[in-house]
Nanobody, 127 residues
């Protein structure tokens, strides 16, 4: 499975950005696909994720710090998972990574449980 992120950039606080994670080579079911972020000197943290299959298919998780500002959607036509970010804050500045896990708990926040990763895209929000 290959994950390729796009859409990062440098914006002013309060602006919006849309990140896209295009996936390919997906020939099996996943448990979850989502977005992590990692700021300098900090651990990688789960921002938002969507359950991929099973009875909870389509359920979405958001970290409390982005709830109400970020919106995660799955676009089957584009084979992509998009993260629309509104009202960006300086504390949202980080490298954002797309990730996918094959099995297990849907919204695990543990990065070691994710099997596939993109290369990351930088998001910078300046005050």
């Amino acid at each position: 499975v290959q994950l390729t992120e796009s859409g990062g950039g440098a914006v002013q606080a309060g602006d919006s950005l849309r990140l896209s994670c295009a996936y390919s080579g997906l020939t099996f079911d996943l448990s979850t696909m989502g977005w992590f972020r990692q700021a300098p000197g900090k651990e990688r943290e789960l921002v938002a994720a969507i359950s991929w299959s099973g009875p909870s298919r389509g359920s979405v998780y958001y970290d409390n710090r982005v709830k109400g500002r970020f919106n995660l959607t799955r676009d089957n036509a584009k084979n992509a998972v998009d993260l629309q970010m509104h009202n960006l804050k300086p504390e949202d500045t980080a490298v954002y990574f797309c990730a996918a896990k094959r099995s297990g708990a849907y919204f695990s926040t543990e990065e070691y449980e994710y099997d596939f990763w993109g290369q990351g895209t930088q998001v910078t929000a300046s005050s």
